[in-house]
């Protein structure tokens, strides 16, 4: 394929975003996770009605889904840097090749 030059670096950056980008993901989950409502946070009314069920379940939700998405972010920079790093020592390769024609 031709046309287009792979810039390692720009690979590598993008790899330290995506960490960066789990990292805050990570963060609101353990925030989340952290602020799950007690039986008695909304007293007897907040029982009765379920409240703090409904709210727990939307927060189980909210958890999976940052869980998840920090998880792929965490497999894409993972693939990124895989893709950077074969990229690289192909680099190298060919230019141990040339150095060895000189």
């Not at 189980?60 to 690289?88: F, M």
Request: with cysteine; aromatic share 4%; hydrophobic share 45%.
């Amino acid at each position: 394929m031709s046309g287009f030059d792979v810039i390692i670096e720009a690979l590598r950056t993008n790899v330290a975003l995506l960490k960066e980008a789990e990292e805050h993901w990570r963060d609101a989950l353990d925030v989340v996770t952290a602020n799950l409502l007690g039986p008695d946070d909304f007293g007897l009314l907040g029982k009765q009605d379920g409240i703090v069920l409904g709210c727990n379940e939307a927060a189980a939700n909210l958890e999976l889904g940052l869980a998840q998405g920090a998880d792929n972010l965490r497999s894409a920079a993972e693939a990124l840097r895989a893709v950077a790093d074969d990229q690289e020592s192909r680099e190298r390769e060919i230019v141990a090749q040339f150095k060895h024609l000189q």
